[in-house]
T-cell receptor, first 114, second 111 residues
């Protein structure tokens, strides 16, 4: 049973470009969470999704950021018109049934904005 | 919104020592997570607990719901235990939302 898969592992973008980060949860997991870790800072919650639904996006900036978890395929975190401040490690985690279960983390995507 | 405080922020110890990391939170919760982040960045979930105590190998996690406090203990510490240990609780205590994380404890075990 493969773990949570994130790709790409590293992503380099120039200011103004779009970044698309993908997360495939563990098989059978229908809950996905995205977290961001800025350099020298702790993890921050961004968004919590279930299949086809956004449950809580209170940690996600209102502009330029969006997330989806379609019925088929991976969850996508999209950042439009990236700025240098978006440079961070973005982690995805999944859980089987509900938020109160053990989380399984992906290896993260390191986004660097030039 | 829940707030999480971890202590100590940094800890250096000798191999074999007993390690304790503490976590306090502000809002009553349904469960608390302990995570381990290795120098390479990968994050592993060590424990999720809602009461009492859990043990896995040399790691022990305890929680006191009334005092809003949890501890992570490492017995017979080893250099491979060197990592950042992070405590996390639900944002609003128990609702269907994400986690609030502590700043982490940077642990170094010297041989």
């Amino acid at each position: 049973n493969a773990g949570v898969m994130q790709n790409p592992r590293h992503l380099v973008r120039r200011r103004g470009q779009e970044a698309r980060l993908r997360c495939s949860p563990m098989k059978g997991h229908s809950h996905v969470y995205w977290y961001r870790q800025l350099p020298e800072e702790g993890l921050k919650f961004m968004v919590y999704l279930q299949k086809e639904n956004i449950i809580d996006e209170s940690g996600m900036p209102k502009e330029r950021f969006s997330a989806e978890f379609p019925k088929e395929g991976p969850s996508i975190l999209r950042i439009q018109q990236v700025v240098r401040g978006d440079s961070a490690a973005y982690f995805c985690a999944s859980s089987p049934q509900s938020f109160n279960e053990k989380l399984f983390f992906g290896s993260g995507t390191q986004l660097s904005v030039l | 919104k829940n707030e999480v405080e971890q202590s100590p922020q940094n800890l250096t110890a000798q191999e074999g020592e007993f390690i304790t990391i503490n976590c306090s939170y502000s809002v009553g919760i349904s469960a608390l997570h302990w995570l381990q982040q290795h120098p390479g960045g990968g994050i592993v979930s060590l424990f999720m607990l809602s009461s009492g105590k859990k043990k896995h190998g040399r790691l022990i996690a305890t929680i006191n719901i009334q005092e809003k406090h949890s501890s992570l203990h490492i017995t017979a510490s080893h250099p491979r235990d060197s990592a950042v240990y992070i405590c996390a609780v639900p944002n609003s205590g128990g609702g269907a939302d994400g986690l609030t994380f502590g700043k982490g404890t940077h642990l170094i075990i010297q041989p």
